[in-house]
Nanobody, 125 residues
Framework: VQLQASGGELVQAGGSLSLSCAAS????????MGWFRRAPGKEREIVAA????????SYLDSVKGRFTISRDNAKKTVLLQMNILKPEDTAVYYC???????????????????WGQGTQVTVSS
């Protein structure tokens, strides 16, 4: 699977942004999906994960209640809706796919196998 992330831009604190990840290739619905981010000087961290069927999601504690991950298997897309953005959300955001995923698991770890290029999100204070 190949992944293409988009939607990153400069936004003011308190604002909203929606990131999109478009997948190509076969069997998109066999992959668990996740959004990661890497802030300057920090390690990569997973922000949100969604199960193959879209029915289960998991979030990093610091984004719970502000971010929402969703997927459309027919369109082969994964979205990350980010609300009430904070300066500490500034990072390069990546989408990733995980093979060998069970249908109802949202994997909030870093064991992902396919990566898209990043998209820059900058939140100004």
């Amino acid at each position: 699977v190949q992944l293409q992330a988009s939607g990153g831009e400069l936004v003011q604190a308190g604002g909203s942004l929606s990131l999109s990840c478009a997948a190509s290739g076969r069997a998109f619905n066999t992959y668990g999906m996740g959004w990661f981010r890497r802030a300057p000087g920090k390690e990569r961290e997973i922000v949100a994960a969604i199960s193959r069927n879209g029915g289960y999601t998991s979030y990093l504690d610091s984004v719970k209640g502000r971010f929402t991950i969703s997927r459309d298997n027919a369109k082969k897309t994964v979205l990350l809706q980010m609300n009430i953005l904070k300066p500490e959300d500034t990072a390069v955001y990546y989408c990733a796919a995980r093979s060998r995923s069970i249908l109802t698991a949202a994997y909030l770890d870093d064991d992902y196998h396919y990566w898209g290029q990043g998209t820059q999100v900058t939140v100004s204070s």
